[in-house]
């Protein structure tokens, strides 16, 4: 299983759907669009040894309690997801959302509405999908390693994976699924080296 289906498969759909007032079906398309927009964006950020380290400390301050056993969404605190949405976009964020919002099968497009109320709810589920691959599979850098060291590059390390699987290597995507977009090209060509 890749870890963009591994994230989604922690996520209640119906529950998710609710919560946004669309079908599950749409829900679904518009979260396998965001997951890796998510990814792809921290990666990003991680580019460089300060941006490595200001998200492993960010990581640090998540549990991976989340998604243990499936995803609870009452439990997301969506205004920090908000800030972890902000911070892994930064002034590119209006950007991602229209182009992920333009992603459906026919042209329909998903609709930026809807991925601006998504992305709020799929980060903190990401970041504590993070904080338990880096945590609890990293017995060389536990919670209280410092930032920046053997967790940084851990951090790097687990994305370059991540992404590797998931959207291909190189910034090159796998064939797009059902309308899905190049996520490698459209997030390399807005984030570039990510903000530092």
């Keep these: 299983m890749s870890p963009v289906d591994e994230i989604l498969s922690q996520i209640p759909m119906q529950q998710l759907a609710g919560q946004l007032g669309v079908d599950v079906d749409t829900a679904a398309q518009a979260a396998r669009a965001a997951v890796p ?48 949405v902000g911070h892994v976009f930064g002034a590119n964020e209006g950007q991602v959302v229209q182009q992920l919002g333009g992603i459906g099968q026919g042209g329909s497009g998903i609709g930026q509405e809807l ?11 990401v970041m504590s999908w993070l904080a338990k691959q880096l945590l609890g ?8 390693a410092p930032a920046g060291g053997s967790i940084g590059d851990v951090l790097g390390g687990l994305l370059g994976g991540v ?12 064939q797009p699924q059902q309308g899905m977009p190049d996520l490698g090209s459209l997030l390399g060509g807005l984030l570039g080296g990510g903000r530092r």
């Design 115 to 125: 991925i601006a109320k998504l992305l709020p709810i799929l980060a903190p589920i």
């Design 37 to 84: 927009a998510l990814l792809g964006g921290i990666q990003a950020n991680t580019a460089d040894p300060g941006g490595a380290a200001s998200f492993a400390e960010a990581v640090q301050q998540h549990s991976g309690d989340l998604v243990d056993g499936g995803v609870d969404l009452s439990q997301v605190d969506t205004s920090e997801g908000q800030k972890i």
């Design 137 to 144: 599979g990293n017995a060389a850098a536990p919670a209280g």
């Design 163 to 174: 992404l590797a699987g998931g959207l291909g290597g190189g910034g090159t995507a796998p």
